[in-house]
């Protein structure tokens, strides 16, 4: 992976991350934000120290280990990659709960364009404050999006220490089982 300097991180605030998405995915990830790594390279979840990539092969998703780069491969096993909030930054306590609540509204209208089996909400604080549903907890949601059913995962974010990548390989796995039901 290329190494960036901090002014190159910093040139990357702001910027759209095109989502990875098609009709009809068995599955649709999404992330709260593009972090500034994510925006310097083009690929959801580049940060080293991100447990994404590990999680999603960990828990069966995918026959390998994926690198960032090769995230369009994502859509030959029917899953995809979208965020609440498109513009990225550094942290995601850098967005408003008005970024958060209008993400949601946005997130909705895209999944009932996309219509996805399982849309999964990796972070259960976005989800929340997206969705405006302070009682949520990982797992499925009774919420739908018109056929859609939704998931929360834990953030895979290395900083999200209540979790290891074998309790969230475990999780994405439920999720992973109730995808092929």
């Known amino acids: 992976m290329a190494r960036f300097t901090a002014e190159q991180l910093e040139a990357a605030r702001d910027r759209l991350v095109p989502d990875v998405v098609a009709d009809g995915l068995h599955v649709l990830f999404c992330g709260i934000n593009p972090g500034l790594m994510t925006a310097a390279t083009g690929h959801h979840f580049a940060r080293p120290g991100n447990r994404f990539w590990p999680v999603l092969h960990l828990s069966g998703f995918t026959p390998r280990l994926l690198e960032p780069s090769e995230q369009d491969e994502l859509l030959s096993y029917g899953l995809g990659i979208t965020n609440v909030v498109a513009r990225a930054t550094a942290r995601a306590d850098e967005l408003s709960a008005e970024e958060y609540r209008e993400g949601g509204r946005l997130l909705t209208t895209k999944v009932a364009r996309l219509r996805p089996r399982w849309l999964a909400v990796v ?37 999200n220490a209540h979790w290891t990548a074998a309790t969230m390989a475990e999780e994405f796995g439920r999720l992973r089982t109730a995808a092929e039901a």
């Not at 969705?131 to 797992?139: C, M, S, Y």
């Open 123 to 159: 972070g259960v604080t976005a989800y929340r404050a997206a969705f405006d549903d302070r009682k949520a907890r990982v797992g499925p949601q009774e919420r739908t999006i018109g056929d859609t059913r939704v998931w929360v995962l834990p953030n895979p974010s290395g900083l």
